[in-house]
Every structure is written in structure tokens, then in C-alpha cells.
């Protein structure tokens, strides 16, 4: 299975691109972080790679994906 990140957006940093920066700041982001989920995440707990996992490995491996698809810039 391919790992390689594909999204590590930070809804602060998206709010602040949408009230502070203009549409092209916001494209480049996207490119750069992926683009956040709208709506309900329903659906992933009957996938059978569906794993919970606890806050601080989520913080371990977004920090991971944000420096992957910072350097791939």
C-alpha cells in the first residue's frame, strides 16, 4: 500500500488565506496541502485498513505529512 501523504491542510491556516490573501495564495495552498473535507467523514469505519488511532499519533503522523508535502513544494 502507497503511504505517501496527500493532504495536510490546517483549517487555521485556511481561514486566515480566506480572510487575509487572495484566490491565487489560496490555489498555491491547495497544491501545496491538499484541500480540507466539507461535510461528514462518515463511511471509514467499516473499511477493512480502518484503524483508530490516539491524538498524539495523529499529531505525530500529520506533522510527518506536513513536512513530506512542505518539501515536495
Known amino acids: 500500500m502507497d503511504s505517501r501523504p496527500v493532504t495536510a491542510a490546517s483549517l487555521e ?32 469505519q467499516g473499511q477493512s485498513q480502518a484503524a483508530e488511532i490516539s491524538a498524539e499519533e495523529f499529531e505525530q503522523l500529520w506533522a510527518e505529512a506536513r513536512r513530506a508535502l512542505g518539501d515536495s513544494a
Open 13 to 44: 491556516e485556511v481561514l486566515h488565506l480566506r480572510d487575509h490573501a487572495d484566490l491565487a495564495a489560496m490555489f498555491r495552498y491547495e497544491r501545496q496541502y491538499g484541500v480540507l473535507a466539507q461535510g461528514p467523514m462518515d463511511g471509514w
